[in-house]
Antibody
Framework: EVQLVETGGGLVQPGRSLKLSCVASGFTFSSYWMYWIRQAPGKGLEWVSSINTDGGSTYYPDSVKGRFTISRDNAENTVYLQMNSLRSEDTATYYC????????????????WGQGASVTVSS | DIQMTQSPSSLSVSLGDNVTFTCEAS??????LAWYQQKLGKAPKLLIYGATNLEDGVPTRFSGSGSWTNYSLTISSLEPEDIATYYC?????????FGSGTKLEIK
């Protein structure tokens, strides 16, 4: 059974940093692209970042580019999201998710999701 | 960026109804359209990808259609467990973008 478990959320002051982790199990982690998606309270979904299978290619929307960094450790079956210079508008539940396609060209959709990690940015 | 516009934002329905909601992309996304279901307090669940392909395990009462910029999701004979918010997603180009969602409510 595919499982994704996010940790590292919490309350952080504006301008500070936080690092989320997502441990994967139940599939060959190193073969899949991984994603972070967030959802502000009462709002819709926003894609935050993507990473390819070996970690050599990463992608971000303008809203987090230069502040957030996605990375992965295939030996530890873990994907990370380093969030720096946090703003109040980064307050959200952060989900990690996987692509359905092993190796090759990803589909850029998310077929399995974690339960989410809550991040609150407030003084 | 490709904008995804979903309508309506909410829909009041009765169990057993056939329900259709729409998603319009601001430019052609060539069928690279996914639908997700999100129940209250839960993570989203992939229902459909490639505009029409049903994800494994998703009931066949769900179906997707559309092309170019206009897409729709239909639920035939609504069941109680279908009450949720539904999101579409552009998976054609970065940035990956989601619609704002359609929330189903029981009449």
């Amino acid at each position: 059974e595919v499982q994704l478990v996010e940790t590292g959320g919490g309350l952080v002051q504006p301008g500070r940093s936080l690092k989320l982790s997502c441990v994967a199990s139940g599939f060959t982690f190193s073969s899949y692209w991984m994603y972070w998606i967030r959802q502000a309270p009462g709002k819709g979904l926003e894609w935050v970042s993507s990473i390819n299978t070996d970690g050599g290619s990463t992608y971000y929307p303008d809203s987090v580019k230069g502040r957030f960094t996605i990375s992965r450790d295939n030996a530890e079956n873990t994907v990370y999201l380093q969030m720096n210079s946090l703003r109040s508008e980064d307050t959200a539940t952060y989900y990690c998710a996987k692509d359905p396609i092993p190796t090759g060209i990803p589909l850029y959709v998310m077929d399995a999701w974690g339960q989410g990690a809550s991040v609150t940015v407030s003084s | 960026d490709i904008q995804m516009t979903q309508s309506p934002s909410s829909l009041s329905v009765s169990l057993g109804d056939n329900v259709t909601f729409t998603c319009e992309a601001s430019e052609n996304i060539y069928g690279f359209l996914a639908w997700y279901q999100q129940k209250l307090g839960k993570a989203p669940k992939l229902l459909i990808y490639g505009a029409t392909n049903l994800e494994d395990g998703v009931p066949t009462r769900f179906s997707g259609s559309g092309s170019w910029t206009n897409y729709s999701l239909t639920i035939s004979s609504l069941e109680p467990e279908d009450i949720a918010t539904y999101y579409c997603q552009n998976n054609h180009v970065y940035p990956l973008t989601f619609g704002s969602g359609t929330k189903l409510e029981i009449k």
